[in-house]
């Protein structure tokens, strides 16, 4: 088991910056992969990124070049910045660690980017 708790969501205009944060009730180490997804209303849960054990990386093709996902397995703590929000990057943002067998979700944190 393993509890995830994101932070750093908000309100923020067109253009800006948030860093999301996914700290980890233990260690991370051992998930296969750690990610972000994203939910907008009425819409279903799509990754925007997610990050290997080893270090490899993949983005949504809606988000390459602005988004940058991380890790630091020293803090247990995965991160997501997001530069050059757009209106649509509005959604409610989803930490999850995933191993062969399974995957744990956080509770989520919120994402408006006005226009």
């Known amino acids: 088991q393993v509890q995830l708790v994101e932070s750093g969501g908000g309100l923020v205009q067109a253009g800006g910056s948030l860093r999301l944060s996914c700290a980890a009730s233990?260690?991370?180490?051992?998930?296969?992969?750690m990610g972000w997804y994203r939910q907008a209303p009425g819409k279903q849960r799509e990754l925007v990124a997610n990050?290997?054990?080893?270090?490899?990386?993949n983005y949504a093709d809606s988000v390459k070049g602005r988004f940058t996902i991380s890790r630091s397995d020293a803090k247990n703590t995965v991160y997501l910045q997001m530069n050059s929000l757009k209106p649509e990057d509005t959604a409610a943002y989803y930490c999850?660690?995933?191993?062969?067998?399974?995957?744990?979700w956080g509770q989520g944190t919120q994402v408006t980017v006005s226009s």
């Open positions: 990050i290997m054990s080893a270090g490899s990386t």
């Open positions: 999850n660690a995933a191993t062969i067998l399974r995957g744990y």
């Open positions: 233990r260690s991370i180490f051992n998930f296969g992969a």
